[in-house]
């Protein structure tokens, strides 16, 4: 099903979530009812999911009640409970929660980030891949909301979360790659995907941006990339959220960020809980290796430099194996890049290997 997309016009959050869950009530549903296969799949029951999803309502209450506002009034729209749409928001910490009391990683194999600050002015070039279960396919959504007056966010997402990957019309956009840290923990803390949402609608600096990260206490971990345009001048970090702390690494001498899922901050690197997979070392290692075409001007060229299928090469283009089980059927469902000059996000649905120049959409 192509990615839904949805615009919003309330700046109060209790209405905008109950306009967005009355419009999308049968789509909202069917995504936590796909979540809770995972869930289930990944080793928790769902009671303990509803703990965990009542834990993570809480936790968003303290640290940002307007967001858990949100969250309820989804609910309500939606017709699910309160601690569904947060398990949702929480869908990272639950799977986390659930490795870590398994004493397990969590399978992956996920996601691969570029930005490019270019001299002379210019915005910043971004480019991602986010791959994901091929069973939640159908739960991608492009939204467009206006957390206050004058102010407008667009992102892509998941059905019930509040935000993912996006930019706002200050000049701020977020990339987002999950990690594991071995101080993931199965208390449920502020989730990530609610981190990236407050970012969007509050920040319009890359510094702005990590005194939010920074007060977020975090229970799973996750990398989120910010860039900066404020019409003269480009900024970027990428900001790796752990419960041990906040990381942040910087552009290359190029100015080239690149990021997959492994820690490189080196304060917290040596905390990497899946040190021994190579697949995020080698899609890095094969990203670097491409910075020239990644720092081309061209949103087709960049794709095209993500374009690796395993086993030939590392798989920044992922397409799930025949008989792999649910839980490690990866797939990129969408090739994503933000355009903050333009304040719009440029999008494919689907990995590298399908983009063609025409295949690219706008929102």
């Known amino acids: 099903m192509p990615i839904r997309r949805f615009e919003s016009t309330e700046h109060?959050?209790?209405?905008?979530?109950?306009?967005l869950g009355s419009a999308l009530r049968s789509e909202i549903a069917s995504a936590f009812t796909r979540y809770g296969e995972l869930f289930v799949a990944s080793?928790?029951?769902?009671?303990?999911?509803?703990?965990?999803?009542?834990?993570?309502?809480?936790?968003?209450?303290?640290?940002?009640?307007?967001?858990a506002a949100e969250i309820r009034a989804v609910a309500d729209g939606s017709g699910l409970e309160a601690w569904q749409i947060a398990a949702l928001n929480a869908r990272t910490e639950i799977l986390a929660a659930s490795a870590v009391r398994r004493g397990v990683p969590v399978p992956r194999a996920e996601c691969s980030t570029a930005v490019h600050l270019s001299r002379g002015g210019e915005?910043?070039?971004?480019?991602?891949t986010w791959d994901w279960h091929d069973h939640l396919r159908d739960v991608r959504l492009v939204w467009a909301y206006r957390p206050s007056p004058g102010h407008r966010v667009r992102t892509f997402t998941e059905l019930g979360v509040l935000a993912k990957i996006g930019l706002n019309s200050r000049g701020l956009g977020v990339h987002f790659n999950i990690l594991e840290h071995d101080s993931d923990t199965d208390e449920i803390g502020v989730p990530v995907h609610l981190v990236t949402r407050r970012i969007l609608d509050e920040a319009g600096t890359v510094g702005e941006a990590r005194d939010i990260a920074a007060s977020a206490l975090v229970s799973a971990s996750s990398a989120i990339t910010v860039v900066g345009f404020?019409?003269?001048?480009?900024?970027?970090?990428?900001?790796e959220l752990s419960p041990s702390g906040l990381g942040e690494v910087r552009p290359e001498h190029d100015g080239t960020l690149v990021h997959t899922n492994h820690f490189l901050d080196p304060e917290l690197a040596p905390g990497e809980r899946n040190a021994a997979d190579e697949d995020s070392r080698d899609r890095l290692a094969t990203l670097r290796?491409?910075?020239?075409?990644?720092?081309?001007?061209?949103?087709t060229d960049r794709a095209g430099a993500m374009l690796s299928h395993a086993p030939e090469g590392p798989a920044l283009c992922a397409h799930p194996a025949a008989d792999a089980p649910m839980t490690s059927r990866w797939e990129t469902l969408i090739t994503i890049s933000l355009d903050l000059e333009a304040t719009r996000l440029r999008f494919h649905e689907g990995g590298p290997c399908g983009v063609a120049p025409h295949t690219w959409q706008s929102f």
């Open 12 to 19: 109060d959050a209790r209405r905008r979530g109950l306009t």
């Open 43 to 67: 080793g928790s029951s769902m009671a303990q999911v509803r703990e965990w999803g009542e834990r993570a309502l809480t936790v968003t209450d303290d640290w940002c009640p307007r967001l």
């Open 123 to 128: 915005p910043p070039r971004t480019l991602q």
């Open 230 to 239: 404020d019409g003269k001048r480009a900024d970027a970090a990428c900001l």
């Open 289 to 299: 290796g491409r910075r020239p075409a990644l720092r081309s001007a061209d949103l």
